[in-house]
């Protein structure tokens, strides 16, 4: 504070402000706990902190990522002979090269120990040894994020109270020139805003004279104070908008004549003309001299200009230019490109963010001479808003050229060398010789909401005007003196005015401008006064009037006295501020005159104009000590004067006695309401410290204690819900106003807390004129602000493991370090302030209460009104009682007190009381106003939570479980149970988001229901010794179940579980939502223990896992209704039902939850008696229930891994060991779906999902509301009202936790860069491996628990399929290392398992080795050939052959070759090398014969690869690649399994490219081959008999009837052993085969395939099926009516496509129909074949034959590709016509395709009519579309030539059927039948039919043979005729009156025509009426034709 403080004369400060002051300067006491910053509150898990631990992961190596890398050395390169065989029509190639090829091949390096025969127990030792190095040591930070928009329990500490700013602008007065330079210029700088007509800153006054000019005012100079050499300031704009002005004033020293006279030279002379003006401007320079040298204490108004902000702020970031927008001044734009681009980062209009532009340095070159009849703000702001119009007056004003610079740039975030308001430094402020920077003080357009936290008492004179127009005497040039007056004497003018520039700091006076001349000047001067700290009734200010004289005149004094005035600053205690208008009086007023105001008519006193107001004034105080509101000020006076004591006491015009002040106290606290909410929020501090001084500290009157605790705490209530309403904006997610949070945090302490009180130390120091500001923004006064108090001493806050009393008593014997109590407080002992602990027990003399308490009872007793804005801000009371619990047990010394004794019962009572009816309002309002229910719950939740660091955990227990029972009671009722069970859940989870989460759970306490209901445990030291200190209890089940013990001893952890057992209930109503939340909360938890530095020891985090065990028993049983990841046609419980022997309905769910427990705790939301067990139902999963969405059943499963991966294995064994067999198979189904959940999708899928994120985020959303929506039907009011609110509170602050803002930002950034995706696919490949990982490990627990068991062959199946299953998966190398050793040494162990019945397995395992043996990664190639050889060994060892795994590895070979795109052969050759070397060096085998089958195996598989490599090099030519496979599958015709394998490879290869039909086609293919081989096995009624069954089908299927018997033995071993030859394999293909069908719309062959799948069905009594089927078949049946027309679905075009020259070897002159997608252009598939053989054969190779002529081979260019494309259409001679009626028919099984070319004898394809032929041309091919393959070779073709007169008749039927088709539509087509008769009887141009009758039927051949044709023609011509006359009498009945003429003119030419015609169609042949001869008879049948055969 400045240390001019007015003091009374006892020295004392006024109470009001050494109240302030005081409050501005003491400590904040901040109650810290101390393990806090663990809690997911405070250090919450998000994407960014998830990024940061995920930093130093390793990479793992993929497959689908390696890019052949592995290659080691030139054995591993292409070898060009490997291709040479070709697949001519056999799938073998040249033997014996092959053979010698892998002989020469190098192998893959051995493992060393295969061979060697070790003990298995050995193996596993040595395998889990291996398992557990390279681990992830947390599973979770490999996981997203929790969702944040669960994170309910998240808060922030608010930030500290700090002194308000808008966007601050740095202005910097560079230099000021004219053009002549010859009097001192002084400049004002100020804001103004046009719209809101305010100033809106305080005056910058700044001087940019050089030294030489200064000079002239040495006379009057004293030595400038530093502070007032400022060029710079700093403007602060809360309300930034596009009119606000920089506006410039200039003034000069006063001198004779007025404004213009003084301007003229100025305007007027140049300085390039300074040589001709000299003796001017001498005699100029002279008479200045003189001025400054008289007159230099006055000034006058000089020039004035304006700059437009927001034109500076739009356009800092445009180049160089001159605008000129406004008037004539042209800113010449020299803009320095400072800092970055103009980029626009602040909210609201863009024109006008002042916080972030690009610096601009701008010359005003042009300025505005002042007007002296104008220089009101009335007339500035009428100029300023012409200014801005285009066509401006000021325009045409003559300016003053000068230049001034100015720099205006957003102000830095801490600038240096700054002055506040008050002169005070702020610090940086490096050297207080520096020139400083000024803030400069705003007055905001509207009120700013913000608490005073710095000391700050300004007052702002603003005189406006002066009427002396009737004032005799000489009276002229007036200015008005002000001063400060501390009382009547002239010395008693106080220096508090602020100085100007280049002046001293403060003085004692100060003038205005003089305006030359004026009676009745106005002003626009600006005083700014330092108000004492104490203003008393005698200060007043005091205005004298003066005319000064110009002129030194002799005899005539300089300055005249004319006129007084003054103003009393203090009116019954209040400052006066606010517009005067004062009368003026000619003499100096009496004594005593200063505590009446000049209103009073004084006697014997003259005023000017008889005692009216003729002097205009306004005084306005900046001030954080008066508040200038009666009600605040009656309610601080009151206060004070009870502090004081002082009675009785003026107010207002009342006296105060003893009596009557409590009632007046009263009134005051009620009326606190009324008071402005402006001025009650900048004094919130106070206000909120007295009302809580009030409750604490009654006041004591009379002697009587005055109760006001009830009047006090409405009050307050009243006062937090004004201070609320008026920050509505400023509120964090959790709709806490963040001033009202920021207050109890910091400022609030209990009365009497002052550091003397802690224990006498010496009061703060006063720090002189230093502001210190925090980081970024001004913390508030003095530095020494915020000391945290004990942070978490454990009881302010217990930390987790840490200590706390009744613990202490507990463990007693466990040697506790409690040294942490006090650790970083500065009241450590020893610490700066060590002196806490000496604090004076509470006095029982005073009259206090505790706060806590007396608002606990307040809260209670509480009325209905009051209660009601409480309810609204419970938050606010909450942790104002939390805070002063905390402040209480320090002070008082209990946290060493035991819990239980630290609370009086009666303020426990209170409490409970308190905490059951907020729960009831909790839940009575959650249907109401869901909104105000959600914030009730926080807050209660919190505060709960908050008590549990502060009193006995078995209170607050008690207190949980009592809203429990309330929440269940209600359920059973409630409207809306979801939005209840959603509260509740929210409230758990903040429970659970407590630091001592763990502790309180006792996790290291066996299952005994503890004494206590919580006690608690903790050590700091010894954590490990807390958690390992029992061993388990032998009862181990119920540590894996929710019993009741478990509930009892771990309450929270199972709270939180019953709450995830209940959500995932099937009969849970509004499932989805609540899924999302309660398992959102568990995994929260879990990411929270996974980065908690307490619980990083294996050992203790296996502890903190056995608080979730009971989780995998509820996920296991919730299994039918997870996303099923693993798409297949299994159900989930693909496992279970394998092990559920025949208790498919015995609910062996093995209740989870006791019922009854449940219902107590949970209620759920059914009656107790509706449901017997909460997990009950069949055992595969036929519950229903609305399943969980993807998402939340990932994050489920990773919780359940997480559990797996830290639980203690002893454990996880014991429970396995107790499961029931289905319970076994849904724990392996459970692990099977984790594994398909979290399968690496390999980089390529993060760079194509980063394209659809966008658009997936979108549909997700969309999705899950529709689901929430459908689940809650007439809830969707609820659901849409919680939409509409976002889910971080409103949006426009969410200023709070930024990190979260930016995580969405990047969750639905789309364009993720190359490095995040490389870093996502980095982290999802980590979090697959170590999944996987941990469901090995658990498998491997599984098996060691089985052994024993007597179930143990299909436990073991299970077993091992969820092995294949990750061995199928796309694994790491690092993985699939360890899961091909436990793969070994399962196989090793349970041979039978493989090699007794299932051959499913077999097959499968065979399948996934041999992928692996292709791998480019070499490590993975090792350990799988090293698993293969022993496969065979091992079944060798059996049985002395191994014909099953020979069998199931050429099949599986085959498969992988036609079915893997990057199937690296080279690599499965080394494999294939290594294996052979492994049979080489078996020492064991040497003498039989396994090295030699080995062998043929070897080469027999190397010959398959060798056919595969051709197909490689098809890979791009579709046609050509599946003409292989299906070359390759004929050369299987012998070995049915492998044929079988390649038609599937074909079908998939199909159903990729799109060719359903196809597909379809390769199916029924493969089900006829089965079906044959079911028929030589066994003759069943009603299973097809072979192929012949399939014939309807198509007519291709015969040729699977080649398997005979000689080829087939069905005994074989091996042979036909696949999983499809069975009736069930049958079913499958024909299934597979119907939905290729349906998919590609050829519907009506579906009926067909299930014609043969019905009876399967019925004879198995399928009935599920069944109706599967019929309702398949009801589909088809309806879209093939739907679709009738067929148009909807088009089949397929066709075109014909011969190839020639010998670059295509077997291709060459073959010809082939191709079969391409429906509406394909010519163009298209020429397009496509061209570049498809130019890119094989180069450019300019192939040529395109455009024609469709034969092709003479003679004329092409042996150098060069031909290929010639024709459109062909099916063709069907008349018979078949009749069977093929519908479209379909039409379309399938076609065989026949027909094309025709025109063309004339003399080579053109078209001419006249008689000399028009044309080639018909049809095909035959070798099967019928659709066939396996979309080419089929052309086997026939013939040709017909039709003569010209043929083509006529073609042409006349062609035109007739039109014509027919038209009349005859139904609906009629009006359009469409006047198209044809237009094109058939209007007058055509050639070739019209007339034409044609007159080239052919004019005259009559001579060539007899013709006259059949030229007969026929003629009789076409009649039917055209007729058919015309039908069509014009249709036509006539369509048209409407419009086109009557129309019609007559179609009549006409009709008419026209047959008059034409009549002649012609008149002449008889004689001829004809004879008998014709047979071989005429026939000259229309094809075999008369010639014939041109292939």
Not at 403 to 430: G, M, R, T, W
Not at 688 to 713: S, Y
Request: proline residues 6%; contains cysteine; charged residues 25%.
């Amino acid at each position: 504070m400045p240390d001019h403080r007015a003091r009374d004369p006892q020295g004392r400060l006024d109470a009001q402000v050494r109240a302030a002051v005081e409050m501005y300067t003491e400590d904040w006491i901040i109650a810290h706990r101390r393990y806090q910053h663990l809690s997911s509150a405070y250090s919450p898990i998000t994407a960014e902190t998830q990024r940061e631990r995920q930093k130093g992961l390793s990479r793992q190596v993929f497959e689908q990522d390696a890019s052949g890398d592995e290659k080691s050395g030139p054995e591993d390169s292409e070898d060009p002979r490997h291709s040479s065989g070709s697949p001519e029509d056999t799938p073998r190639s040249s033997g014996a090269s092959g053979i010698f090829d892998l002989k020469n091949l190098a192998a893959d390096s051995l493992l060393p120990s295969l061979l060697e025969r070790v003990a298995p127990e050995d193996v596993d030792r040595r395998n889990e040894a291996l398992r557990r190095q390279h681990r992830a040591r947390t599973l979770l930070t490999l996981y997203p994020a929790p969702d944040e928009d669960e994170a309910v329990e998240r808060c922030s500490h608010p930030e500290p109270p700090c002194e308000h700013f808008g966007q601050r602008i740095l202005v910097k007065c560079l230099s000021l020139k004219f053009e002549i330079e010859i009097e001192p210029i002084f400049g004002i700088l100020a804001l103004y805003d046009v719209r809101e007509k305010k100033k809106i800153s305080e005056n910058f006054y700044f001087d940019l004279n050089s030294d030489s000019v200064k000079g002239l005012l040495r006379a009057h100079g004293t030595h400038p104070a530093i502070s007032t050499l400022a060029r710079s300031a700093i403007f602060s704009v809360t309300y930034p908008s596009p009119d606000i002005f920089l506006v410039i004033k200039l003034e000069k020293v006063l001198q004779q004549g007025d404004i213009s006279e003084c301007c003229e030279p100025y305007m007027v002379m140049k300085e390039v003309d300074t040589a001709k003006n000299k003796e001017k401007l001498e005699k100029l320079r002279l008479a200045a001299e003189q001025f400054c040298t008289r007159l230099g204490r006055y000034r006058m108004p000089f020039a004035w200009t304006a700059v437009h902000l927001a034109n500076i702020v739009s356009s800092a970031g445009q180049p160089d230019r001159d605008s000129d927008s406004e008037s004539e001044r042209r800113p010449a734009w020299t803009d320095r490109r400072r800092r970055g681009p103009p980029d626009r980062t602040s909210s609201g209009d863009d024109t006008c963010s002042f916080s972030s532009f690009r610096p601009a340095t701008l010359t005003v070159t042009n300025f505005f001479k002042q007007e002296a009849e104008r220089l009101s703000d009335e007339d500035l702001f009428k100029f300023l808003a012409d200014m801005r119009r285009p066509s401006s007056l000021l325009r045409r004003l003559r300016p003053v050229t000068a230049q001034l610079k100015i720099d205006i740039s957003p102000a830095p975030e801490n600038p240096h060398f700054c002055l506040s308001p008050e002169l005070l430094h702020v610090k940086p402020y490096p050297d207080p010789r520096g020139r400083p920077t000024k803030e400069i003080l705003e007055f905001p357009t509207r009120e700013v909401y913000a608490p005073h936290t710095s000391y700050r008492n300004l007052l702002y004179v603003y005189p406006h005007s002066l009427n002396f127009s009737s004032r005799q005497g000489s009276v002229r040039n007036l200015t008005v003196r002000v001063q400060y007056m501390a009382g009547e004497d002239p010395s008693q003018a106080l220096p508090v005015i602020f100085g100007k520039s280049s002046c001293s700091e403060f003085t004692r006076e100060a003038f205005t401008p003089v305006v030359y001349h004026n009676k009745s000047p106005e002003f626009y001067e600006e005083f700014k006064l330092h108000l004492p700290a104490c203003v008393t009734e005698n200060h007043h200010l005091l205005f004298t009037f003066y005319h000064v004289s110009c002129q030194p005149r002799p005899g005539t004094a300089l300055e005249t006295p004319v006129g007084f005035t003054w103003i009393p600053l203090l009116q019954h205690g209040r400052l006066r501020t606010g517009p005067f208008c004062l009368p003026v009086s000619v003499d100096q007023p009496p004594p005593s005159y200063s505590v009446l105001t000049p209103d009073v008519a004084l006697p014997g006193m003259r005023w000017v104009d008889g005692h009216k107001g003729v002097f205009s004034v306004e005084l306005m105080a900046v001030s954080s000590v008066h508040p200038q509101d009666p009600y605040l000020d009656k309610f601080f006076t009151l206060v004070h004067v009870l502090e004081e004591g002082a009675f009785p006491f003026r107010l207002k015009d009342g006296v105060l006695s003893e009596s009557t002040v409590e009632q007046e106290l009263r009134a005051s606290l009620a009326a606190l309401r009324l008071a402005s909410p402006e001025f009650l929020v900048a004094f919130s501090h106070h206000v909120l410290d007295k009302l809580v001084r009030l409750v604490v500290r009654p006041p004591i009157i009379g002697g009587q204690i005055v109760n006001l605790g009830r009047g006090a705490f409405e009050a307050m209530a009243h006062v937090v819900s004004l201070i609320h309403r008026s920050l509505e904006a400023a509120q964090d997610a959790r709709g806490h106003c963040l001033l009202l949070a920021a207050y109890v945090y910091y400022a609030f302490r209990l009365p009497g807390t002052e550091p003397g009180l802690l224990g006498g130390a010496p009061p703060v120091a006063v720090q002189p004129a230093t502001l210190a500001r925090g980081p970024g923004r001004p913390a508030s006064l003095y530095l020494a602000r915020s000391k945290s108090i004990s942070s978490s001493n454990p009881d302010l806050a217990v930390a987790p493991g840490s200590v706390d009393d009744e613990v202490s008593r507990i463990l007693a014997s466990k040697g506790i370090d409690r040294s942490h109590s006090w650790v970083n407080s500065a009241y450590a002992p020893g610490g700066s302030k060590a002196v806490l602990r000496r604090a004076p027990p509470y006095c029982g003399a005073d009259p206090r209460q505790l706060l806590h308490e007396e608002l606990a009872l307040q809260w209670v007793v509480s009325g209905s009104a009051v209660r009601e804005a409480v309810l609204q801000h419970a938050w606010f009371f909450f942790q104002l009682m939390v805070k002063s619990m905390a402040l209480h047990l320090i002070l008082s010394q209990r946290l060493d007190s035991p819990r239980k004794l630290r609370f009086p019962v009666r303020f426990l009572d209170d409490i409970a009381a308190l905490v059951g009816s907020v729960g009831l309002e909790v839940i009575t309002r959650a249907h109401k106003d869901v909104e105000q229910a959600e914030r009730l719950n926080i807050s209660l939740a919190f505060f709960l939570s908050d008590l549990l660091s502060l009193a006995d955990r078995g209170f607050v227990f008690s207190l949980v479980r009592a809203h429990y029972k309330q929440v269940a009671t209600r359920l059973q009722s409630a409207p809306n149970p979801v939005a209840l069970l959603t509260l509740r859940m929210d409230f758990t989870r903040i429970l659970c988001s407590h630091e001592h989460y763990v502790t309180l759970n006792l996790p290291c306490c066996p299952l005994s229901p503890p004494a206590s209901p919580s006690p608690s445990v903790s050590s700091t030291t010894s954590q490990s010794s807390t958690f390992s200190s029992q061993a388990p209890d032998p009862k181990v089940v119920s540590m894996f179940e929710l019993s009741g013990p478990f509930r009892q001893q771990h309450f929270l952890a199972g709270l939180l579980l019953t709450e995830l057992a209940l959500a995932l209930e099937p009969e849970a109503e509004g499932a989805s939502q609540l899924h999302k939340k309660v398992i959102s909360a568990v995994h929260n938890l879990l990411c929270g223990h996974d980065v908690d530095p307490r619980y990083a020891e294996a050992t203790v985090k296996a502890r903190v896992a056995e608080l979730y065990l009971p989780l995998l028993s509820i996920v296991r049983d919730t299994l039918p209704r997870l996303h099923d990841f693993a798409e297949g046609p299994g159900q989930r419980s693909r496992l279970a039902s394998m092990l559920d022997s025949d208790t498919e309905g015995e609910g062996d769910f093995g209740g989870t939850i006791n019922p009854s427990v449940a219902m107590a705790i949970a209620g759920g939301p059914l009656a107790p008696g509706s449901r017997a067990s909460i997990s009950q139902g069949s055992a595969t999963g036929s519950r229903s229930g609305c399943p969980l969405s993807a998402e939340s059943s990932r994050t489920l499963l990773v919780c359940v891994l997480w559990v797996l991966k830290n639980a203690e294995p002893a454990l996880l064994q014991h429970w396995t060991a107790d499961l029931s067999l289905p319970q076994l198979g849904r724990l392996l189904d459970l692990l099977y779906l984790c594994l398909a959940a979290f399968e690496y999708k390999g980089k390529k899928a993060f760079e194509r999902i980063n394209s659809l994120t966008f658009k997936k985020s979108l549909d997700m959303k969309a999705r899950l509301e529709e689901a929430i929506l459908g689940t809650i039907g007439a809830r969707q009011e609820m659901v849409r009202r919680s939409r509409e609110r976002s889910p971080f509170g409103n949006q426009e602050n969410v200023r709070w936790r930024k990190s979260l803002t930016h995580w969405k930002q990047t969750a639905d950034r789309v364009d993720k860069t190359k490095d995040e995706m490389e870093q996502e696919a980095l982290v999802e490949g980590n979090l697959a491996t170590e999944v996987s990982l941990v469901v090995l490990d658990t498998l491997e627990i599984i098996v060691q628990t089985v052994i024993l068991s007597e179930a143990r062959e299909s436990v073991l199946g299970a077993v091992l399929k969820v092995v294949l299953y990750s061995l199928g998966s796309s694994q790491s190398a690092l993985f699939l290392q360890h899961g091909l050793a436990t793969q070994r040494s399962l196989v090793s162990k349970f041979p039978e398992l493989l090699f007794e019945e299932d051959t499913e397995l077999c097959a499968d395992l065979c399948l996934r080795l041999l992928r692996h043996c292709g791998s480019r990664i070499s490590t993975i190639r090792t350990h799988a050939s090293a698993s293969l050889y022993l496969l065979m060994r091992q079944n060798f060892e059996i049985g002395n052959n191994f014909a099953r795994v020979k069998m199931q590895v050429t099949m599986s070979l085959s498969s992988l070759v036609g079915t893997t795109p990057n199937f690296s052969e080279e690599h499965l050759r080394r494999s294939l090398k290594t294996i052979l070397t492994y049979a080489e060096e078996d020492v064991g085998l040497r003498d039989s014969t396994f090295a030699e089958q080995v062998q043929d195996l070897m080469f027999n598989l190397h010959m398959i690869l060798t056919d595969t490599v051709k197909m490689k090099e098809h890979q791009e030519d579709p046609e050509m690649l599946i003409d292989l496979m299906y070359r390759i599958a004929r050369g299987y015709q012998g070995s049915p399994d492998l044929r079988l394998t390649w038609l599937q490879n074909m079908a998939g290869k199909h159903a990729e490219l799109g060719n359903h039909a196809e597909a379809a086609q390769c199916m029924v293919h493969a089900a006829a081959l089965v079906a044959e081989y079911l028929a030589l096995l066994e003759d069943s009624r009603y299973l097809p008999v072979g192929c012949v069954s399939f014939q309807n089908i198509s007519s291709n299927v015969l040729e699977e009837s080649a398997i005979s018997d000689d080829i087939l033995s069905p005994d074989e071993e091996g042979f036909c052993s696949g999983k499809h030859f069975t009736e069930l394999g049958l079913v499958g293909l024909l299934e597979q085969a119907a939905a290729y069908f349906t998919m590609g719309g050829l519907y009506e062959a579906v009926n067909e395939v299930y014609k043969n799948l019905i009876p399967i069905l019925e004879a198995h009594r399928d009935y599920k099926k069944l109706a599967a089927v019929h309702g398949k078949l009801q589909e088809a049946f309806t879209k093939i009516m739907h679709q009738s027309s067929g148009w909807e679905r088009v089949f397929g075009t066709y075109f014909r496509v011969g190839f020639y020259g010998a670059r295509f070897g077997d291709l060459d002159e073959q010809e082939f129909v191709y079969k391409e997608p429906s509406i394909t252009k010519l163009a298209e598939i020429s397009h496509r074949l061209e570049e498809f053989y130019t890119e094989r054969f180069g450019e300019d190779v192939v040529e395109i034959v455009k024609d469709s002529n034969p092709v003479d081979k003679t004329k092409l260019d042996s150098q060069k590709a031909y290929i010639q494309i024709t459109y062909v259409e099916p063709h069907f001679d008349t018979y078949e016509l009749k069977d093929r009626v519908t479209y379909f028919d039409r379309n399938y099984g076609l065989r026949t395709f027909l094309f025709c070319t025109p063309f004339t004898p003399d080579g053109r394809a078209h001419g006249e009519l008689h000399e028009q032929h044309k080639r018909k041309t049809l095909l035959s091919t070798d099967h019928a579309f659709p066939y396996i393959k979309t080419r089929i070779r052309v086997c026939h073709r013939e040709e017909t030539v039709l003569t010209p007169v043929e083509v006529a008749i073609e042409d006349m039927q062609k035109k007739t059927r039109e014509l027919a088709f038209a009349t005859e539509q139904d609906p009629p087509d009006a359009k469409m039948l006047q198209m044809v008769l237009q094109g058939s009887v209007g007058p055509t141009v050639n070739q019209g039919p007339l034409e044609v009758a007159q080239v052919f039927l004019a005259e009559i051949p001579e060539d007899p043979k013709l006259f059949r044709h030229h007969n026929k023609l003629r009789l076409c011509f009649k039917d055209f005729c007729k058919k015309c006359e039908d069509a014009l009498r249709k036509n006539k009945a369509l048209i409407g009156p419009d086109q009557k003429e129309y019609h007559r003119e179609l009549e006409r030419n009709y008419a026209r025509l047959r008059e034409a015609l009549q002649p012609l169609l008149t002449q008889r042949l004689p001829q004809l009426l004879a008998p014709t001869t047979a071989s005429l008879r026939n000259s229309l049948n094809r075999a008369s034709f010639r014939k041109a055969d292939l």
